[in-house]
C-alpha cells in the first residue's frame, strides 16, 4: 500500500501545470473562475491549444494520435485541467466516439473521423436518447431502413447537449424490430447537414439552451456511415457509456469547487464575521471535504484496478453517484453562502460582451445557475437510480 | 384542538384557488416575467377584487383578517399556482410594517394597498448584512425639518413596482445595535434615490438601492425615531410565515405533479413509478411534507402570541421549510428525470420558486442559530 504518485507520475503533474500556467488564455481560465458561458469558439480555440501538445486526447493510443495515458495520468491531467480553471474537453469526439471508432470502426471511418476530431474539423453531438428512451435506452424507436448503398433514418432524439454547435451527430438507430430490443440497433454517424434533420433548442432551468430535440424525416444516410456491424450497435453504445462514466467522479471537479466555496465563505459576512467561521456553515463544508477525501481515494483505487486504456467496470457506479452527490453537495453549499444574492437572475450578465456591473459580488452571479444546472449529473450518464441497479446486480448479485 | 379551517376561510381558499387556477398559465407567467414590474396587472387586480389583499390586514389597517392562519391559508394558493405576484412585498412585509409603524396617516395608503392601487416594497436588506435583522448601516441624518439618507441596499423585492420603498435606516448607535433603527417611508421616485433593477430566479423582480443624501421630511419617519426594531422583527415573523406557507403550497403542488408524472411515464415497459425504489423515495418526499404544513401550522398558531415564542417557531419552521424545500425541489427534479431540467414544464418554475424560498428571512443555517440561542443553549 502506497498513496504517493510514483515520481513519474509527479513529473507529469508538474509538466501539465507548467503547461497550463504557459498556455491556457487567461480569458478562458477567468471565465471558467467566474462560471461565465464559453462559447463554441472558447471550446475550439482551446481544443486547438491542447491539440498542438497532443494532449487533446490524451487517453487515445499513440497510433491515433493520443498519449496513451493510464487511467492513473488521465487523473492526474483532469485535475490539473480544473484546478487551473481550465475549459473541459468536449467530450462527445474526445471521450465517446473516438475509443468506439477505434475499437469497432472500419479502417476507412478510423482514418477520416479520429484526425477530424483532433483538428476540430467536426463537433460531434451524442445521439441516444430520446422522448420515450431515457434510461431505457434499448427501447430506441428512430428507424433506419436499408435503401440500396443508403439508410432512410426517420424519428426523433432529445436532451442532444450542444447538438446547435455539431455538424455530426452518432446515433443509435433500430435497423430490426423483431427479437429482443438490444439486438436491432445500429450504431450510425449522421451529417446533421443532411437534409431533413431539425433542430430544436430546450431551454433548462439554468436559463440556458444546453440541449436539443434532433428531428429526422426521411433523412439519407450513407451505408458507409454504419459503425461495425448492423444489429450490434446496442454493445458499441455499452462500450461507449462505459468510457463515458471514466472520470464520472469529477474529483478535479469538486476540489475546485470546493476551494471556490471556501473562498466566497471567507469573503461573505454573517453578523459582522467571515461566514466560515459560523459553526453549522463550516461544519457543512468540513462534511463535504471529508466526504471528497476518502471519493477521491476510492477514485485512484478504482482506476489502477483498471489497466491503462480500459475503462473500468460496475465500480464507476460507485464513482457515480458519490462523486456526483459531492459534487451537488458542494454547488448547493455554495448557492447558500451566497446569501440574498443568490436571487438575482441575469444571465445576460454570465455572456460575452457583457459589461454591466455585477450585481452583488461576481462570485455570486453564477451560483445558482450552476447549482440548478448540476442537477444533470445525476440525471445523465445512466440516472443514479440506474447506478444503483447495476451495484446491486453487478457487484452484490441480487 | 381543532385543525379545521372557518368557513371564511375556506371560502376563501376555493375562492383564490379556484381563481389562480383558472387564470394563471405557463403563457401568463411567461407575459408576467416579462414584464417591467415582474407581475401580472390583470392578476393583482384579480386579487384584489377577491378581498385576497384585504385578508392580510387587521380590521384595524382597513382589513379584514391578518392573523396567522389568514396569512397561511393565502399563501398556501399563492404558493401552489407558482403565482408570482408581490402580494408578500406589499400585503404582509412593508404593508405589514406600514400598518403597524405608520399611524392614522398610513390609512389612506392602506386603503389603496388593499384596494390593489398601490404598490409597496421593504428595503431593508444590505450589501453586506444578509439576513440580520439589527444590521443597519444606511444613515439616516436629523435635518431642519426632515432627514437626509444616505446608503445602499440591496435585493429589493418588488422595489421595480412600489410607489413607495420602506427603508430601514440608522439613526444611532452601531451597525449591530437594534436599538436607533427607524424606518422611512420614501417615494420611489424621490431625487437621490438610484434603482438598479433585475429579474430575480423564480419569478418576480429585485433591486439595488443606493441613496446618495435623499431628503425626506419628518412625516416621512414611521413610528418613533430608533425604535423600529420590534415592529420590524415582528414584519419579519409575518412574512417568514407568509413564505413558508407559500413553500407548502409549491411542494404540495410539485408532489402531485410528481405522482402523476410517475404513474404516466413509461420506461422497461411499465410506469416508473411501479419501482418500488421510486416509490420510497415519493413516500419519504410525502412525509416531509406533511412534518411542513404542522411546522407551518405551529408558525401561524403563535405568530400573535408572546415574542418569544413566536420567535421559537419562526426559527423552527423556516429552518424546517429550508430542509424540506431542497428535499422536494431536488426529488422531484431527479424522479422527471431530463423533463425536470426544462423550463418547458411547469415543475421548473415551481422548483425554483421554492429553492429561493431559502434565500429570504435567513435560510436554513441562520435559522438554526437563532434557534439554538432561543431554545437549546
Ligand atoms: C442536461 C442533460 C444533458 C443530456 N445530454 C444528452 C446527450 O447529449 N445525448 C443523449 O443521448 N442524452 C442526453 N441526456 C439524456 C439523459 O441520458 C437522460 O435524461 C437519462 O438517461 C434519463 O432518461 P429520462 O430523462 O428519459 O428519464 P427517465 O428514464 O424517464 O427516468 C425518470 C426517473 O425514473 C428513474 N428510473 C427509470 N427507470 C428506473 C428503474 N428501472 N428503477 C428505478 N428508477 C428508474 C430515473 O432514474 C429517473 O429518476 C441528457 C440529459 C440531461 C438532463
Known sequence: MDLTFTPAEEDFRKEVRAFLEAKLPERLAEKGRLGRHLSKQDHEEWHAILNERGWLAGNWPREYGGQGWSAVERHIFEEEMTRACAPRIVPFGVAMLGPV?????????????????LNGTDWWCQGYSEPGAGSDLASVKTSAVRDGDHYVVNGQKTWTTLGQY?????????????????EGISFLLIDMTTPGITVRPIVLIDGQPEVNEVFFDNVRV?????????????????????????????????????????????????????????????????????????????????????????????????????????????NALTRVAVGPYAMPFVSEALEDGWNGDPIGPDYAMPATATYFNNRKLSIYGGSNEIQRTIISKAILGL | MNFELTQERRMMQDALRRYLANTITTATREAAEASPTGFSDRIWEGLAELGVIGALFTEDQGGYGGSGFDLATVFEEIGRAGAVEPLLDTGVLAGGLLGALGGDAAAQTLEAVIAGTHQLALAHTEPANRYALDRVSLTAEKTAGGYCLEGRKSVVVNASAAHDLL????????????????????????????????????????????LTRVEVADAALLGVEGEA??????AHARATLAICAEALGLMDRIRVLTTDYLQTRKQFGKPIGKFQALQHRMADVLVEIEQARSAVINLAGNLDGPSALRDLHVAATKNLISRVGKLVAEESIQLHGGIGMTMEYDLGHLAKRLTMVDHRFGDGIHHLDRFIRLAVA
Not at chain 1, 476507412?108 to 479520429?114: F, G, P, S
Request: proline content about 4%; aromatic content about 6%; charged content about 20%.
Open chain 1, 101 to 117: 471508432l477505434q475499437t469497432f470502426g472500419s479502417e476507412e471511418q478510423k482514418a477520416y473521423y479520429l484526425p477530424r476530431i
Open chain 1, 166 to 182: 455539431a455538424n455530426m451527430i452518432f446515433c443509435l438507430v433500430r435497423t430490426n424490430t423483431e427479437g429482443k430490443p438490444q
Open chain 1, 222 to 330: 450513407p451505408a458507409a456511415n454504419l459503425v461495425g456491424e448492423e444489429n450490434k450497435g446496442w454493445t458499441y453504445a455499452k462500450y461507449l457509456l462505459t468510457h463515458e462514466r471514466t472520470n464520472i467522479a469529477g474529483v478535479g471537479f469538486a476540489q475546485a469547487g470546493l476551494e471556490h466555496l471556501k473562498s466566497i465563505a471567507r469573503l461573505e459576512q454573517d453578523n459582522g464575521r467571515p461566514l466560515i467561521e459560523n459553526p453549522h456553515f463550516a461544519a457543512r463544508i468540513a462534511q463535504v471535504q471529508i466526504d471528497l477525501m476518502a471519493m477521491a481515494t476510492t477514485n485512484l483505487r478504482v482506476l489502477s484496478q483498471a489497466a491503462s486504456g480500459q475503462a473500468p467496470g460496475a465500480e464507476s457506479s460507485m464513482l457515480k453517484i458519490k462523486g456526483t452527490q459531492i459534487r451537488q453537495e458542494i
Open chain 2, 167 to 210: 427603508v430601514t435606516a440608522r439613526t444611532s448607535g452601531q451597525v449591530s445595535d437594534s436599538a436607533g433603527i427607524s424606518v422611512f417611508r420614501v417615494a420611489a421616485d424621490a431625487p437621490g434615490l438610484e434603482i438598479r433593477d433585475y429579474p430575480l430566479s423564480g419569478g418576480g423582480r429585485g433591486a439595488e438601492l443606493t
Open chain 2, 229 to 234: 426594531h420590534a415592529a420590524l422583527v415582528h
